[in-house]
């Protein structure tokens, strides 16, 4: 069974730091997406990582993918106020086309 | 149009009712999903069409029942549902269903089951 662990669960950090969320997974896969989203609100994409050693960049958040450790991370530079948000990373199960499983979601809060 | 659609935002029903959900999109996916996330939960997959045809069903109870009229358009038929079920409810899309896709969320469906 794929099971999907985010850590830390929860992140309160002062703007201006850095900080990295990680996502291991327990079985093979070469797909891992990381989403946002907002409280109240829907899930935002932010990340589709295709292959091992992939690495994406936009603004602030930057995320990367080693199969072999089965690890994805988002690193946070620089942290202001608007990105406070949950974030889930997912990794499609094997054999579905779409069928993710989502991680446990890491709660940010970023304080002034 | 970018957006997928989902109406009601909110939802109140009792357990004898019977009330749909929907979504639409038209940005020309051919995938379509629902997914249910409880309060401070990842979402959870209950069901996939892909060109309009069901192809997952996470084995969700009978009393939730998905229908996709079309391309654009997919339904979630509610029936004598428990106050377990209260969630947001999630539409979703992408363009094939290809595990390579990113997925096009609405905003959701907040049901209350009295």
């Known amino acids: 069974e794929l099971k999907v662990e985010q850590n830390p669960l929860f992140l309160s950090m002062q703007e201006g730091k850095n900080y990295t969320i990680y996502c291991n997974y327990s079985?093979?896969?070469?797909?891992l997406y990381w989403y946002r989203q907002d409280p109240g609100k829907s899930l935002e994409s932010l990340f589709v990582?295709?292959?091992?050693?992939a690495v994406k960049q936009e603004g602030r958040l930057m995320a990367s993918l080693d199969t072999k450790a089965r690890l994805s991370t988002l690193h946070i530079t620089a942290a202001v106020h608007d990105l406070s948000a949950t974030y889930f990373c997912?990794?499609?199960?094997?054999?579905?086309?779409?069928?993710?499983?989502f991680g446990p979601g890491t709660r940010l809060s970023v304080l002034p | 149009d970018t957006e997928v659609t989902q109406t009601p935002k909110h939802l109140v029903m009792g357990m004898t009712n019977k009330k749909s959900l929907k979504c639409e999109q038209h940005?020309?996916?051919?995938?379509m999903y629902w997914y249910k996330q409880k309060a401070k939960k990842p979402p959870e997959l209950m069901f996939v069409?892909?060109?309009?045809?069901?192809?997952i069903n996470e084995s969700v109870p009978s009393r939730f029942s998905p229908e996709c009229p079309n391309s654009s358009l997919l339904n979630l038929h509610l029936h004598a549902l428990q106050p377990e079920d209260s969630a947001l409810y999630l539409c979703?899309?992408?363009?094939?269903?290809?595990?390579?896709?990113?997925?096009?969320f609405g905003s959701g469906t907040q049901l209350s089951v009295l």
């Open positions: 990582l295709l292959s091992n050693g």
């Open positions: 997912a990794v499609v199960r094997g054999g579905y086309g779409q069928n993710f499983v």
């Open positions: 079985t093979t896969s070469d797909r």
């Open positions: 979703a899309s992408s363009p094939t269903g290809g595990s390579s896709e990113k997925l096009f």
């Open positions: 940005m020309g996916h051919r995938a």
């Open positions: 069409y892909s060109y309009e045809k069901l192809s």
